[in-house]
């Protein structure tokens, strides 16, 4: 079972990125779908999940510019970033959280049973 987070990079202030995770081992239709993020000092954070029924919850941080989107068929999700700013600087985790919980719990890290290894974001001012 594993998390392939990739995508990551070195982009100025106003940019995009797009962040993908592929997964094997698992079948992402049967799991919640996270991103989470932690910036040197910082504590991990949540930005943006995607239930299997595809409603999704984004960090009021992040609202707006980011989208989270999955892709059954290629077993993935991803994590669009537009007028991306220097907080968004950080290491992006993609995360499963098995079965169907509501959206508001997977605002927590601790519902996700499998983590991908992350990918470095940095935004330059």
């Known amino acids: 079972v594993q998390l392939q987070a990739s995508g990551g990079g070195l982009v100025q202030a106003g940019g995009s990125l797009r962040l993908s995770c592929a997964a094997s081992g698992l079948t992402i239709g049967n799991y919640g779908m996270g991103w989470f993020r932690q910036a040197p000092g910082k504590e991990r954070e949540f930005v943006s999940a995607?239930?299997?029924?595809?409603?999704?919850t984004y960090a009021d941080s992040v609202k707006g510019r980011f989208t989270i989107s999955r892709d059954h068929a290629k077993n993935a999700v991803y994590l669009q970033m537009n007028k991306m700013k220097f907080e968004d600087t950080a290491v992006y985790y993609c995360?499963?959280?098995?079965?169907?919980?509501?959206?508001?719990?997977?605002?927590?890290?601790?519902?996700?049973?499998?983590w991908g290894q992350g990918t470095q974001v940095t935004v330059s001012s």
């Open positions: 995360a499963a959280a098995p079965g169907s919980y509501i959206m508001s719990a997977l605002w927590s890290a601790k519902y996700y049973s499998v």
């Open positions: 995607i239930r299997s029924g595809m409603t999704t």
